[in-house]
């Protein structure tokens, strides 16, 4: 299945549509992309290219438009397509723009019914150092509006409602800014965050237009499916589940009121009991690995643990330690470049650590004069970190018993997404390691499984280059000269995927978890959210 029927399955949308010659049903698939800009310091300074369509083209001559054009059959991306056409139609490249977000993919039908549509739409941002607009064959002239002026000008069908499902108010722009640019949680944490943005937007400007409840409970859904979708796509599954919990349980309730005040009421209890359900994942997540290890690892006088980056895994290994009292841990960590992450995750092991024996070594001191038995001085040294570059896994891994990995996003397949480096340590260690039966655990809550047929399961996440920079230890200027240069490319790869043949074990808040089981959750979540947006 290729990226344009993944996401039309994905919102609902009759595939067989798709498959059925144009020429009998005049059924076309549409790209459109929507050029903006932000030259100020509020909303008010956001506008929107609009196209005046020239008279060589084959439809909708002289009215105005985005940059657009049909998917031809053998095209899969729509957003590829998004991007050579702005570049086709502008000159704009990749180095002029920023992609905003991708607006929900909607059907149109032409006034006499001749024709259908299915709309993929996409926002792009100009940067500011962008050159000027060079005008295609297509369009005669341009201009750029304030978004609310593009219904008085005469379009192509539909433009202002293709702009508004595209498009998000101030209060949920600056939510999806903050999902993007926080590079510092975990998954887990942007799914609460963007359950508490959901919340705010209640009572907040973006949705204050709405007059009835219909109204109000679709834009309520758009902003949720913008937070879903457009927040922090690499690690979509855990927001898309966290949005997709709330909009489910207020769509239970939503009939049962008539007005709007009623309506935002309901909302709200959904948003707060979504938050509240999320307020222990991780701790039953963490006693679940410790029920499963216990058993098999109790004859062991040592137990060492290979993991890296910040996320649940941190949470486990801690909880473990803290019951395994009478075994030798060694916990290595290795620090995850660009944004060491598993730098802060050994901070917080060191410091967890570090009460937990002090508290067990005073219970076994010396109560008659002070000094600590040799027990209580083996004790305080039971438990200890190694924290290390990502490059120097194979120098550690010979004794590790355990990959402990936690999950941003596993797939229908089980396949599981985590940072950059930790299919190197998995492949690294199971190769080195002394250790009969090197394990690898993959420790995460079930919201970190994807909907099937999600197109973020394709997604590759790259960031800024400069990221990478800051670490290196030269002038700047020469590293200005490396970021710039047509020569070279600096690849700045967050996440990556571990294959479900390279994991042993899945352990969840419910415990230990099959690909069965995982492949059930995912078609659950494909089916509540098309039951909650397919009609949006």
């Known amino acids: 299945m290729n990226a344009a029927d993944q996401i039309l399955q994905s919102e609902g949308i009759d595939l067989t549509i798709r498959r059925r010659t144009p020429e009998v049903f005049a059924h076309r698939y549409i790209v459109t992309a929507f050029i903006c800009t932000f030259q100020g310091s509020s909303f008010e300074d956001f506008k929107v290219a609009i196209f005046k369509r020239g008279n060589q083209t084959h439809s909708h001559q002289g009215l105005w438009a985005g940059v657009s054009r049909t998917l031809k059959p053998d095209e899969q991306d729509p957003l590829e397509v998004a991007w050579q056409e702005v570049e086709a139609a502008t000159s704009f490249i990749h180095h002029d723009l920023t992609l905003l977000h991708a607006g929900k993919p909607h059907r149109l039908l032409a006034p006499d019914l001749s024709k259908r549509w299915t709309v993929f739409p996409f926002a792009f941002v100009l940067k500011h150092d962008a050159k000027k607009i060079r005008l295609h064959w297509k369009h005669t002239e341009y201009k750029f509006v304030q978004p609310e002026e593009v219904e008085t000008y005469e379009t192509v069908p539909d433009l202002d409602i293709t702009l508004w499902r595209t498009l998000t108010g101030p209060d949920t722009a600056e939510g999806l800014k903050e999902l993007r640019e926080d590079h510092s949680s975990g998954a887990r944490t942007l799914a609460t965050k963007a359950v508490r943005i959901l919340l705010i937007s209640i009572t907040g400007a973006d949705l204050d237009w709405s007059s009835n409840v219909v109204s109000y409970w679709r834009a309520f859904r758009l902003v949720a499916w913008h937070l879903a979708v457009n927040g922090r796509p690499s690690m979509g599954a855990a927001i898309e589940r966290a949005v997709l919990r709330a909009v489910v349980l207020a769509s239970s309730e939503i009939s049962k009121v008539h007005t709007v005040n009623a309506a935002k009421e309901v909302l709200k209890n959904a948003c707060v009991q979504a938050l509240k359900e999320r307020a222990s994942g991780r701790e039953r997540v963490a006693q679940q690995f410790v029920s499963y290890l216990s058993p098999i690892a109790a004859s062991q006088k040592s137990v060492t643990f290979l993991t890296l980056s910040i996320s649940c895994a941190k949470l486990c290994v801690l909880e473990y330690a803290r019951q395994a009292k009478h075994q030798q841990i060694h916990i290595i960590v290795l620090e995850s470049r660009p944004g060491f992450e598993g730098v802060r995750m050994a901070v917080d092991l060191n410091q967890a650590i570090l009460s937990l024996l002090d508290a067990e070594t005073k219970e076994l001191a010396n109560g008659s004069n002070g000094t600590k038995t040799d027990t209580a001085v083996r004790q305080h040294h039971r438990v200890r970190i190694t924290l290390a570059t990502d490059a120097s896994v194979g120098c550690l891994a010979s004794e590790v018993d355990y990959v402990v ?7 229908h397949a089980g396949d599981a997404s985590n940072k950059v480096g930790s299919l190197s340590a998995i492949l690294t260690t199971q190769s080195v390691s002394h250790k009969p039966h ?3 655990i993959v420790a995460a809550e079930t919201e970190k499984i994807s909907r099937h047929g999600s197109p973020h399961d394709a997604l590759v ?9 800051a670490a290196w230890p030269i002038p700047q200027g020469q590293k200005e000269q490396l970021l710039s240069s047509p020569v070279v490319e600096i690849v700045n790869i967050f996440f990556e995927w571990v294959g479900s ?8 808040e419910r415990g230990v978890i ?3 089981e995982i492949k059930e959750l995912s078609e659950v979540a494909a089916r509540e959210w098309a039951e909650v947006f397919e009609n949006l």
């Open 405 to 411: 990995l936690g999950s941003d996003r596993i797939n």
């Open 438 to 440: 090197v394990k690898v």
């Open 461 to 469: 996440e790259k960031n800024n280059e400069a990221e990478v920079a």
């Open 501 to 508: 043949r390279f994991v042993d074990v899945y352990i969840t």
């Open 514 to 516: 099959g690909k069965e």
